[in-house]
């Protein structure tokens, strides 16, 4: 999936009949819907003629990134400018920029996204580098803190091993990130800085 497509297809919906028709979904007529529904895209026939493993690992992390910016939604609803700040201060105020740059030069976020989408974004975004492929992290954010520091901040506003653990898939193998001698997602964006 292009990076600039993340923004649409990772989104929370309150109102998802605004955005798909039921038929869509394959539930039954008498099936209710909850208050909030995520939505993934649909695999291609080339996935599902795939890994079934890989298949499943790239769901899960989809499903955690959507189920990150539910609960980072419910849980900063109403945060004060100054906590928002006091948050990014621990983090470093150059390393957040930094951060947030990277999200919007890679398509994660909008150039006019306020400081809570930002913020919000950057969780979603490590925690999902940090369970999926842990070596991005550094790739990413050279300027982070060390990871257990960035963590001790966000935990405040979302519990990522929790989330982790409550969004795999039953069956779900351990995400097994590619390493640095395969064509993987640190090499693309090294080329991408590069350019």
């Not at 497509?5 to 990772?10: V, W």
């Not at 909030?36 to 649909?42: A, Q, T, Y």
């Not at 795939?50 to 910016?69: E, N, P």
């Not at 983090?91 to 809570?116: H, S, W």
């Amino acid at each position: 999936m292009p990076r600039q497509d993340r923004i649409e297809r990772r989104t929370e919906l309150d109102d998802p009949a605004a955005h798909v028709e039921r038929a869509d979904l394959n539930l039954p007529p008498d099936f209710a819907l909850p208050d909030s529904v995520l939505l993934l895209e649909r695999p291609t026939a080339a996935e599902l003629d795939g890994s079934v493993a890989d298949l499943f690992v790239k769901y899960w992390r989809l499903l955690f990134h959507a189920a990150a910016h539910r609960e980072l939604n419910r849980s900063l609803a109403g945060i004060t400018e100054a906590a928002l700040r006091e948050r990014v201060e621990r983090i470093g105020p150059a390393a957040f920029e930094e951060a947030r740059n990277v999200l919007v030069q890679d398509g994660y976020l909008t150039a006019k996204a306020d400081a809570t989408a930002a913020y919000a974004e950057f969780a979603a975004v490590f925690y999902e580098m940090r369970f999926f492929n842990p070596a991005l992290v550094a790739v990413y954010f050279p300027s982070l803190p060390m990871v257990a520091a960035v963590e001790k901040v966000l935990a405040a506003d979302l519990d990522g091993p929790k989330l982790f653990a409550a969004t795999r898939p039953a069956g779900a193998p351990d995400p097994a990130p590619k390493t640095d001698d395969q064509a993987d997602e640190s090499h693309d964006y090294y080329f991408r800085l590069e350019r």
